[in-house]
Nanobody
Framework: QVHLVESGGGLVQAGGSLRLACAHSERTVRTYAVGWFRQVPGKEREFVAAINWSGSTPYYADSVKGRFTVSRDNNENVVYLQMNSLMSEDTATYYC???????????????????WGQGTQVTVSS
């Protein structure tokens, strides 16, 4: 069983930054691709970013491209989402998820991911 735990959420002013972390204790997740999604009440969960197992290939939603950066440290079993220039529209619960297979198309689909964390809340005040 794979357990993913998100952290780093909080309240920040517009224009500010936060760094989310997705930690896992299973070494096998080092070979998995990891994605970040977000969701607001009443809306579908939407793709934010994803990264392949080695960290060499990131994918981003157009809405966050140039502001967010996804990275990973497989020695520390953690995947990061650095969020800069935050806007009120970025307010959501952020989830990380893991999958064994990733390409540009599957990265954006929630159904591609088998394992999910519980989420961390990000609130951006304007």
């Amino acid at each position: 069983q794979v357990h993913l735990v998100e952290s780093g959420g909080g309240l920040v002013q517009a224009g500010g930054s936060l760094r989310l972390a997705c930690a896992h204790s299973e070494r096998t997740v080092r070979t998995y691709a990891v994605g970040w999604f977000r969701q607001v009440p009443g809306k579908e969960r939407e793709f934010v970013a994803a990264i392949n197992w080695s960290g060499s290939t990131p994918y981003y939603a157009d809405s966050v491209k140039g502001r967010f950066t996804v990275s990973r440290d497989n020695n520390e079993n953690v995947v990061y989402l650095q969020m800069n220039s935050l806007m009120s529209e970025d307010t959501a619960t952020y989830y990380c998820a893991a999958t064994t297979v990733l390409d540009r198309t599957s990265a954006m689909q929630t159904g591609s991911y088998r394992y999910w964390g519980q989420g961390t809340q990000v609130t951006v005040s304007s």
